[in-house]
């Protein structure tokens, strides 16, 4: 019986798998050729082949692969940030600015995650003054008093990422109003000169003035008489 090359192997393989151990030969036909063979008596000129004794082979636990469609857990958001910090005013600051302008910076590291949909959130006393991307606010006509600040970083979700240590300020704003009142207060002798003064000397000396009666353009006046005529001598 001839058989094959690939028949060879296929034998060789089904032995190991088995492990049974058999005797092979090789030997060449007319036409030169070689073949494998397990019957010496298959040519004349056969000769037995010897294959070392195979190990026997233990089955291993398969290692799990994650499918192509299962998905990483993302990575959480929140460590995403490290610190975020209002750099100015400092706190409990007093600011002193009569239109009541006040301008808040802060920073945070690493930098905003725009294209996730994260922005800067600024409060005062609680309320929402600013949201975006800039680490600059500037806000106008605020009242006089003490206020608290606010800053965090908040998800496309509402979610808040991180938050600023809050910072309390005081603004100081003076009207007109109270300069004259302070000025008077503190005895000041030009005050009495202050174009915004309603009781200059001069507006007093105009009342005064108007407070003169005058007669009404109809009525008559009595008349003085005329002087006698001259004497003249006998």
């Known amino acids: ?14 032995l190991c798998v088995s ?28 000769e037995e082949i010897e294959v070392d004794a195979l190990p026997t082979l233990i089955p291993t636990k398969p290692i799990a692969v994650p499918s192509s469609n ?33 301008t808040i910076n802060f920073r945070a590291a690493p930098a905003l995650k725009a294209r996730k949909g994260h922005k800067y959130v600024v409060t005062v006393d609680g309320a929402e003054v600013y949201n975006g991307s800039s680490t600059i606010t500037a806000l ?10 606010g800053v965090k970083i908040v998800a496309s979700d509402g979610s808040t990422k991180i938050a600023a240590t809050p910072i309390n300020i005081t603004l100081q704003r003076f009207s007109a109003l109270q300069n004259q009142e302070n000025r008077f207060n503190d005895g000041d002798p030009d005050a009495d000169n202050d174009p915004d ?4 000397s001069d507006d007093k000396d105009q009342d005064l003035n108007n407070n003169t009666f005058s007669f009404p353009t109809n009525t008559k006046l009595p008349t003085r008489p005329p002087p006698p005529p001259p004497s003249t001598s006998p």
């Open 1 to 14: 019986m001839r058989v094959s090359p690939v028949l060879f192997i296929l034998t060789l393989t089904s």
């Open 19 to 46: 492990n049974v151990q058999a005797e092979i030969y090789t030997c060449e036909d007319a036409n030169g050729n070689t073949i494998y063979t397990d019957s010496p008596s298959a040519c004349s000129n056969a």
């Open 70 to 102: 299962s998905s990483l857990k993302p990575q959480d958001d929140k460590s995403l940030y490290s610190e975020l910090v209002i750099t100015s005013p400092s706190n409990d600051s007093t600011i002193r600015d009569n239109q009541g302008n006040l």
């Open 140 to 149: 106008k006509n605020v009242d006089r008093g003490t206020h608290t600040i």
């Open 197 to 200: 003064n309603n009781d200059s």
